[in-house]
């Protein structure tokens, strides 16, 4: 009989785990509970990268068959979730109702991963309350129900972190392969784990030997040589899609602009400090993440709560625990590393993590550590409508539907009143008014591409402004006004040079510079969306750029 791996007094005792027991109704449970969450968010139209990207390349893989996207410019990402949306939508029909609720299935699965992980490395408590603090935390929450494949590649690594505690070595190698071909980066939580056993290798021999799982009841540590070389075959079928990717396309890892964007340009000593920085808060603070760690680090000052009259509460042994905080510091350093925008999503495999440690460590060591879990997950529903005092992206809470709803605004009425015109504006506008299935508009229009609303951006849109007719202008950042801190020139100059910093022009000052007036205009906290009809007055408009061009001159 296969032995489990010995977790050094990990709290698995007691009733039979619900995740293995009935899956299928936590699940179902899971599903129901996040469906409803977002039932009025289920038919809105594509956000951002879902308009941008990944509903374009799954519904070439609809219409076509085709892996490798062609009605948008190849990413190199692996074509797992697009086939997904694909085979929804073949089978029920092209909607975004159907879309969203794809991805909650994928959604519900992962909060399954996080049950069972949770249940095994703690117990059943810990394990719902993790499930609740993940599926409330805004990030989670927002790409919950997006058409993005960050989500779903997090759900099958925590499946296969389970797998991997349990010592299921051929199931951990079919989730952690599954992950790697929903998103390439997932690959990153194997690897680390093949790179921790590496160093367990040679640290078992001494006092550090604790911090490794056991695999016998010998009390030896042997080293299983298949075991860890099996932590390399998830890459396998990852190395495959590239060669495929490369035999189609030219390019192993996607088009050379996205490359240079999410890899080249981002191989800078100054921005991997930066990055990291902003990757650590994302993983111990964002978004109210705060109100749960730093409880927990108040906590570890307290005595253990007693399980009973005779021993406390454990704790979530240190072996596992390290497998957490590898994976963890892994993603911190690696997400620091690579990827022009640093996103918060992209952390999605890490967070959970925390949670589930946060949550076993109230459990260990506070009395009415429920009160506490409850008051974490009410603090994770006010993030999801409250915004922050910095910037963020509204994808990471409710400011997405803001977004979208903006957005419907706008364009039915430019297409309402200008269905004819040439318009100006930027991604991702410019696609959902070029792309009626997308859900904007009912027909296509002429698009102009500028690439933001900046003043050098709109200096440089006026001196052709005979090529458009009308410009729909938008917030393309969430900023809720200066900083303190952006008073220092060196942070914006920092921020522009490493992470695209600009701000956009208001819609009053724009239309000064264009030449135009505001003929719509509609906010919503913080975010806003104006149309802008072009004018004849040409001595106006000269003098207006002129003004406009002193100012983007540098001071001496």
């Known amino acids: 009989m296969r032995e489990m791996p010995r977790t050094s007094g990990s709290d698995r005792g007691g009733p039979a785990r619900w995740s ?86 994928l959604a519900a699965f992962s909060l399954l991963g996080v049950f069972r992980l949770a249940e095994r490395v703690a117990n059943t408590k810990v394990a719902l309350a993790s499930t609740l603090c993940t599926a409330l935390y805004p990030v989670f929450f927002a790409q919950s129900s997006l058409a993005q494949v960050d989500l779903a590649a997090a759900g ?69 040589a298949r075991r860890i070389a099996s932590l390399l075959m998830p890459a396998l079928p990852l190395g495959l899609w590239y060669a495929y990717h490369y035999a189609r396309t030219g390019f192993v890892f996607g088009n050379p602009g996205f490359f240079r964007y999410n890899v080249a340009s981002t191989l800078s000593a100054a921005r991997f400090f ?55 510091l892994v993603y911190v350093a690696a997400m620091a590393l690579i990827g ?42 006010a993030a999801l409508f409250w915004n922050p005092h910095y ?52 027909r296509p229009m002429r698009v102009v591409r500028i690439e933001n609303f900046s003043l050098d951006e709109m200096l440089s849109a006026a001196d052709f402004r005979s090529n458009y007719d009308v410009a729909l202008l ?3 950042k969430y900023e809720p006004g200066p900083a303190p801190w952006d008073r220092w020139r060196t942070w914006t100059g920092l921020k522009s040079r490493y992470f695209g910093f600009h701000r956009d022009l208001p819609p009053a000052a724009a239309a000064q510079l264009l030449g135009g007036n505001v003929v719509f205009s509609e906010q919503r906290q913080g975010q806003w969306i104006a149309v802008i009809e072009m004018t004849k007055n040409e001595i106006q408009n000269a003098e207006a750029r002129s003004q406009f061009s002193v100012l983007r001159k540098p001071t001496p």
């Open 20 to 105: 293995a027991s009935y899956p299928a109704l936590v699940f179902a449970v899971i599903f129901v509970f996040i469906f409803l969450l977002h039932l009025p968010l289920l038919q809105l139209p594509y956000f951002w990268d879902e308009a941008g990207y990944y509903v374009p390349a799954a519904r070439d893989v609809l219409l076509t068959g085709s892996l490798i996207p062609h009605s948008t410019v190849s990413n190199a990402h692996p074509p797992l979730v697009m086939a997904w949306l694909a085979l929804w939508w073949k089978v029920v029909g092209f909607a975004p109702l159907v879309t969203r609720t794809a991805m909650l299935v």
């Open 156 to 224: 099958l690594t925590f499946w296969g972190l389970a797998a991997h505690v349990e010592g299921e070595t051929a199931t951990a190698v079919l989730w952690f392969a599954l992950a790697a071909l929903a998103k390439e980066t997932a690959i990153l939580a194997p690897m680390a784990l093949f790179a921790w056993e590496i160093v367990g290798i040679f640290a078992r021999k001494g006092s550090l030997g604790k911090l490794w799982l056991e695999r016998d009841n010998s009390g030896k540590h042997p080293t299983d």
């Open 274 to 328: 930066l990055a990291l920085i902003m990757r650590l808060w994302q993983v111990v603070g964002y978004l109210h993440l705060w109100v749960l760690t730093v409880p927990v680090l108040l906590a570890m000052c307290f005595l253990p709560a007693q399980q009973n009259a005779a021993s406390e509460r454990s704790r979530i042994s240190f072996p596992l625990q390290m497998i957490f905080y590898v994976v963890v």
């Open 340 to 381: 022009g925008a640093v996103l918060a999503r992209y952390m999605l495999p890490a967070v959970p993590l925390v949670i589930i440690v946060s949550v076993s460590t109230l459990w260990r060591r506070v009395s009415y550590w429920s009160a506490a879990v409850a008051f974490v997950a009410l603090a994770f529903v």
């Open 391 to 442: 910037g963020f992206s509204p994808e990471d809470n409710l400011a997405y539907r803001d977004y979208i709803v903006l957005h419907q605004d706008g364009e039915r009425f430019l297409e309402a009143r200008y269905p004819m015109a040439r318009v100006l504006t930027a991604w991702p506008a410019s696609d959902e008014i070029a792309r009626p299935w997308l859900g904007y508009i009912t």
């Open 474 to 476: 938008f917030s393309t």
